[in-house]
């Protein structure tokens, strides 16, 4: 038992019931938060490049410098690196507090914390002890004053005690049925406060999916066998009925038409609750590009008609955007581009995006520069609101090593989400280009309807680290000109798996194969080859 809880309690015991103390652990564990003021001073890469600490201090009342020392000898390598993280004393060393009153406040915080990350690696006998100029924190004043010399020394003494595992596990009311080794309940299992809260969540879940919206967890005993090492859990549940939608409110809206936003949830009223649908619906208002931010809340009880109504919260992004950007290289000169766009154009989170591209300046002769400009138009909802209708125009002036290309082009079509993970899409597309190459000079006229099926589980689409995507790609093309016809067909899929259990090391693979049917090389144009 930690010091601190000593403290809160008035003793030790061999047995304590740790529900309270499993919640706080998992609050502080997924919400450290720090707090910091506006620096004078500027700092790049860790280099001061002018302004001083002095410059810093002056935005704090009364600022007080520390030095931190964390020791905990019974802790691995991992486990002290836990809790160096958890520690916001540690974190926040190169900042001065505001006085004694501030450093008083950060150390007890910081104690919480600490406790906190012991929980979430299973030590239940932890004890943290923090010490500010030799003094126990439990023993000092709540308006003790620190007037030695700064950087005030703060010592954080932390006994890490054993790890405990998975002792008798007990799950009640409509829970009964299930069995706890299925949400990772197992005796001698992970004790972590942060598991055993995973694993009443998952149970939570899985209830929820069979349509019962108001299922929850109403009585929650967690007791930790001091001589055993062992924690206890019993989780006593209440499955509330099965339910459909009821009304689906929308809040926050400004220029987003409200009834739009409430359509693209796609939750139809009456139909059977399912956590999944909700999670979708927040994923595709989320895909928008219109908010901010997006909430959808169940109401605590069912309306008149037996169902749950759905609350949404948004908030909304400017909807006007632009940029200009530059390159420069000695191979292919001078680059520039630019792009305005709007995202909800009409009201209902229609998007245009128009951009140009020029490059080659400087490098090759103005004849030989290279250009680009598109418009894009995109308009969700047209046939459902998992349905998407996009169209676009560009032009093509490019001058690569294999050939000299100018095209114009347009394209329309629709896509469409089959669920989370999977999407597929068509389009017609004509392109009018003239082409030279090995062949010679040529003028195209290209009808195709490109087809496109797209799966991807990845955890996160711009930083993944386990799942894989998958693409395939089909464009039966004629050229209207020449009377060639032919098919074009990709293949392509990548695969990501962490290889640590921090991220940091990810394992990255991908396979793509390709071909072109039914035409020459000749009577394919260069640059879709």
Known sequence: ????????????????????????????????????????????????????????????VDPLRYAVTIEAPDADEDLAEKLENASALKDDEDRPVSGSLGLLAK????????????????????????????????????????????????????????????????????????????????????????AVLKAEASIVRALKEEGRPLAKVTEREIVADHATSTLDVTLTVAAGPVAGYGDTTVEGTEKVDRDFTEYMTGLKRGRQYSPEEVDEARDRLLGLEVFNSVTLKEADSLDADGNIPIGVEVSERKPRYFGLGGTFSNTEGLGLQGYWGHRNLFGRAEKLRIEGKISGIGSNELTELNYNAGIMFEKPGVVGPASKFFAGANTVLEHPDAYDRFSVKGNTGLSYDLDRQQTVSAEVALDYSKITDSFGKHTYLIASIPLRYVYDNRDNRLNPTTGFRALAYAEPSYDVLNGAAFVKLRGEGSAYQALDAASKFVLAERAAIGSIIGAGLQDVPADRR
């Open 107 to 194: 150390a007890r915080g910081d104690r919480d914390q600490l406790v906190a990350a012991l929980y979430a690696d299973a030590r239940y006998e932890g004890v943290v002890i923090i010490t500010i100029e030799g003094k126990p924190l439990d023993d000092l004043p709540p308006d003790a004053e620190f007037s030695g010399p700064q950087p005030i020394p703060v010592v954080i003494n932390i006994a890490t005690g054993p790890k405990f595992t998975l002792g008798d596990i007990r799950l009640e009311g409509d829970a009964a049925g299930l069995a706890g080794a299925d949400f990772g309940l197992i005796a001698g299992g992970d004790a972590g406060s942060g």
């Open 1 to 60: 038992m930690s010091a601190y809880e000593r403290q809160m309690s008035g003793g030790t015991a061999p047995r304590r019931v740790l529900s309270h103390a499993l919640l706080f652990a998992l609050l502080c564990s997924t919400a450290l938060v720090a707090a910091s003021g506006n620096a004078a001073a500027f700092e790049i890469f860790g280099i001061k490049l002018w302004g001083s600490s002095e410059d810093e201090d002056a935005d704090i």
